[in-house]
């Protein structure tokens, strides 16, 4: 996992969730909770980096990225100095700095007002600040709702057939418009 390190006073670097980390190694710490849905994965502004990532965190990206993310259950923040050009698939997006490319999102895609955005946006939501700069195909997902029943103030449309050849009928329950 890339996170952000500090140094603690017999040269250990330690992340973010309390893991002691050596020059090839990760050794957790005993009670800190890797699993956690609040903890996440930083890509620092320094850091650039092409290919796939998969993971079950959620995941801020200040640096570059260029290839494939799936963070199906969890949260990719594109940072206001985030650089991004990939695929995305995850439960919610944020996107605050530069991002060219598709994203695949069950949740909420929510583009800020410091935002560059192309691309095609695929969710459930979406909520795009004012002065964001956004060039995109949006398909929004509808839920599924339950049939409701007609309401009583409109009439119900019905379709009477005499049983021979003719065309069906539409009769309404409303007045007639054309006398």
């Known amino acids: 996992m890339l996170k952000k390190r500090r140094e603690t006073e017999n040269g250990n670097s330690f ?11 990760y050794v957790p710490v005993p009670g800190s909770n890797p699993g956690s849905s609040d903890e996440k994965t930083i890509i620092g502004d320094q850091i650039s980096i092409e290919g796939s990532i998969l993971g079950k965190e959620n995941l801020l990206i200040e640096g ?3 290839g494939k ?11 206001s100095k985030g650089q991004v050009e990939a695929e995305i698939h995850a439960k919610d997006v ?9 994203i695949q999102a069950l949740g909420k895609v929510e583009i ?16 795009v600040e004012d002065g964001a700069y956004i060039k995109a195909v949006i398909e929004l997902e ?10 009583a103030g409109k009439p119900e449309l019905q379709v009477a057939s005499s049983g021979s050849s003719q065309e069906p009928i539409a009769l309404s329950g409303g007045a007639d418009k054309g006398k």
């Open 69 to 79: 993310i799936e963070l199906e259950e969890h949260q990719v923040i594109v940072g």
């Open 94 to 102: 944020t996107i605050s700095g530069r991002m060219t490319g598709n």
């Open 112 to 127: 800020t007002r410091d935002a560059e955005f192309n691309g095609e946006v695929k969710a459930s939501r979406i909520s």
């Open 15 to 25: 992340g973010s969730s309390g893991a002691s980390y050596t020059e090839n190694s």
């Open 64 to 66: 570059s990225m260029k």
């Open 142 to 151: 509808r839920r599924e709702e339950k049939k409701k029943a007609p309401s």
